[in-house]
């Protein structure tokens, strides 16, 4: 189990890394030439994956501790076997980055161990993998994004993270209400119930982590006040701003508080999202991953009714 003060990111190494031509073997020669081929290329590191930029970008925030637990820990959790998975580790070094735990389960499903670990969240390209994990009351999405994106990202070491609301931060009660009864009686029920806060969804655990860095951000900062405050936490939801009052007092009721809101009323996130360009997006509506997925990293979180 990691530390209890940590972040812990479980992230599958076909997510962190480009394996794109190793899989590319795999399908079509099959599992003993995928793995004499990563025998043969050990000593070659691989090159940065999708969520690599997140992943490293995250793991920057622990230079703000001087002793004691780091604010975030990495666990590359793969189907590799413990063999092929040599490649991965010594992957790590050259692009800066660090894993305290790896496990690899020669191609049964890893996402049993998250609970165990205390993974607050699960990144996955394999969606079976994934909804295992959400079935089972686990934080876990399924990268949609198919290339590194890094386009208009900057070198300050900034991060931002946003969310969608229903089904994903919070449960998805609200959403069920608007599948019955359509927009008026979901609206109703948001004003009616504006002071009652939303159960937590999936995603809770991974948005109160995020929460308690930038509390140790503010701490650092009062100690440091030079220091530019890194993790920005956006919500991206498809409610218009009467129903966004809830959302607002439902965080505030957990102790979250977010950098930036955004209220859509039903319109297309992709332009909003271009323009904050979040290191990482979630959503649980295929639709929304789907049109965003090649503007900013898109995860799906197969949670709920949407």
Known sequence: MNNKESLLIGVSARSLF???????????EGLDAYREYQRLHRDK???????YRFIQRMLALNSIVDNGSPLVELAIISRMDPDTGCRVMQS?????????????????DPSKYLRSLGVKLYLSMDDASVKHAIDNDLPAGTILTKRPITEHDTGDGDIRVAFDFDGCIGSDSSEAIFRKGGIDAFNKNEEDNAGLPINPGPMFEFIKGLSNIQHAEAQYALKHPDYHKRLAIGII???????????????DSWGI????????????????????HPHLFLDDSPRNIESARTTVTSVHVPFGIA
């Open 18 to 28: 480009d394996l794109k031509y190793e899989t590319g073997i795999l399908n079509k």
């Open 45 to 51: 590191p691989l090159k940065p994956g999708v969520a």
């Open 92 to 108: 790590l070094s050259p692009l800066d980055l660090d894993a305290n735990i790896s496990i690899f389960t020669s191609g049964s």
């Open 237 to 251: 939801t498809a409610r218009n701003a009467r129903a966004g009052i809830r959302v607002m007092k439902t965080l």
């Open 257 to 276: 508080s977010v950098d930036d809101a955004f209220y859509m009323g039903g319109h297309d996130k992709t332009p909003v999202l271009s323009a904050y």
